[in-house]
């Protein structure tokens, strides 16, 4: 498969963004909106933006039974900020009718790094992304406190007042980040996922 179709769910955030990156990534990008454009892709990415919104929209567009069904499939899937939110088994400071999808295996808190540090940028040093340290770009974002064993923490913030925190994750052919890849310009997190989706 030379160039895998990745959607994004296009429900809400950032959606225009992370199409560019995956076509720039060598991926054939479209949104997905409905059941009919899921069964079309090969790999699906769940952008940032509003997880108890994007919650609601998944069972108002009909989503959220195909995708449960697609990722236990073994599809895979990117999760940035809100989207790793979606992807994870249990979050914290949530709201009580909040659902995700389950599907990595760790505990995550929702706007983590709280007011002082709403949105900040710093490197962080990602585990099969060559070539040194990722600008990260962090918006409310989440932070991982707990992974099972068959999750590899493959990124954590290497300085500032965040430093340690586990924010990219991978289960399988799951992976999740805190930041915000689409909005660096740095095309290796989507070409990561890309090459994931490939070999799937």
Not at 46 to 61: A, N, Q, W, Y
């Amino acid at each position: 498969m030379s160039r895998p179709t990745i959607g994004v769910l296009a429900l809400q955030g950032d959606v225009r963004e992370h199409l560019a990156a995956l076509t720039g990534a060598g991926a054939d990008a479209r949104p997905v909106r409905r059941p009919s454009e899921l069964d079309a892709v090969d790999g699906l990415v769940i952008p940032g933006g509003e997880s108890t919104t994007i919650s609601k929209l998944v069972d108002i567009f009909e989503l959220r039974e195909p995708i449960d069904k697609r990722i236990a499939d073994g599809m895979p899937v990117y999760g940035s900020c809100a989207g790793m939110i979606m992807l994870a088994t249990e979050v914290l400071d949530g709201r009580a009718d909040q659902r995700g999808f389950a599907g990595i295996d760790m505990t995550v808190r929702r706007n983590a790094f709280g007011r002082q540090v709403d949105s900040f940028e710093a490197p962080v040093e990602i585990t099969g992304v060559a070539g040194g340290g990722f600008h990260a770009v962090f918006i409310r974002a989440p932070w991982v406190e707990r992974v099972g064993a068959g999750v590899e923490v493959i990124g954590t913030v290497t300085g500032g007042p965040a430093a340690e925190r586990i924010v990219a994750v991978r289960q399988g052919n799951l992976l999740a980040t805190s930041f915000h890849p689409e909005l660096t310009g740095d095309p290796r997190v989507h070409a990561y996922f890309v090459e994931l989706a490939r070999a799937a």
